[in-house]
């Protein structure tokens, strides 16, 4: 396996999923510290995000194109004619990186780093992320999920803007086509990457997923491998029932594996807070312990008291939406 970092990320999102863009942009922060990341987003978004993620370590760049999005809720977007025209967007978010960085790497705002990714291979054109899914689902939504693309190559987003036009669904059946043009340029990130809820409700046959997750200390792992990240929507609202089993599979995994960082990232995702309550009274202060990266200096108790609490608020959460 390479073992190459990305030069940059890059994201797109507006209001409707800044809370999944908190998510993502503090998960980020944690496994890659002062890297840069470019959104494409709506100012709405930015004044919150700049103002929520003061002092978080990550170099924040934006461009506020979706400003007529700002007030469209989730779900009408995924519905709506101009589906295309907005997820088209990744390809604005991955030419502003490239304009500046060397390479680039493109991750939903619905998804949280849980390790630091190290499998680029710089010696490829364009990297991606395979659904892992029954051969039957995958004729209909695409072999790759486009939530994690990596690319060094700057007419990638010409190829990809032409072919979303005339994509069976939306940005992602059309990745088939685009990775048989690129030929030997390629390389395909394993299956310990880009995790989906989408996978483990569309399994190939005979595949447990559920019992190939198994929690190790400060890691999770699936088939041995470490998970580099999960893509879910944690706080949506919307066919919540959809995500709902997998969150709650992910959070009892983090609990089990004392990852106490990650657990903060869906608090205050979920919550848009960096408050818990600890005790009758008392908030805690997260954002430092995040800053500071102090955990385990903290007395031991608290630790275990702590890491509790925030488990049994997410899973509270989590089951209290529709």
Excluded at 219 to 234: A, T
């Amino acid at each position: 396996m390479y073992n190459n970092e990305p030069s940059s990320f890059c994201t797109l999102g507006s209001y409707p999923v800044h809370k999944e863009m908190i998510g993502l942009l503090i998960s980020i922060s944690i496994h890659h510290p002062g890297v840069k990341i470019y959104c494409i987003s709506d100012l709405k978004t930015k004044k919150f995000i700049e103002n929520f993620l003061y002092k978080v370590d990550i170099k924040i760049y934006w461009k506020t194109l979706l400003d007529k999005y700002s007030h469209q809720k989730y779900i009408r977007v995924k519905k709506s004619n101009f589906q295309k025209e907005f997820l088209s967007y990744k390809t604005n978010a991955i030419n502003f990186a490239l304009a500046n960085e060397k390479d680039t790497m493109f991750l939903d705002t619905d998804i949280v780093v849980l390790n630091k990714i190290k499998g680029v291979n710089f010696k490829k054109k364009l990297g991606l992320s395979p659904h892992f899914i029954n051969a039957v689902t995958a004729k209909t939504y695409g072999f790759f999920n486009t939530g994690c693309v990596w690319t060094k190559d700057k007419n990638f987003t010409k190829i990809w803007k032409k072919e979303i036009k005339n994509s069976n669904y939306v940005d992602q059946e059309c990745m088939d086509k685009i990775s048989k043009m690129y030929k030997s340029n390629i390389f395909y990130f394993p299956d310990n990457y880009n995790f989906t809820w989408f996978r483990s409700l569309h399994a190939k046959k005979n595949i447990n997923i559920k019992n190939k997750i198994i929690s190790k200390k400060n890691n999770i792992l699936f088939d041995g491998n470490d998970i580099k990240f999960v893509h879910s929507h944690f706080p949506q609202t919307s066919n919540m029932h959809w995500y709902k089993k997998f969150n709650q599979l992910i959070i009892k995994k983090l609990y089990a594996s004392s990852m106490i960082y990650e657990l903060i990232c869906i608090y205050v995702m979920m919550s848009k807070s960096w408050f818990i309550t600890i005790g009758k009274s008392n908030n805690l202060n997260l954002k430092n312990i995040l800053l500071k990266k102090n955990f385990l200096t903290l007395n031991f108790f608290f630790r275990k008291y702590l890491i509790f609490i925030l488990f049994r608020s997410l899973i509270t959460l989590t089951r209290k939406l529709n």
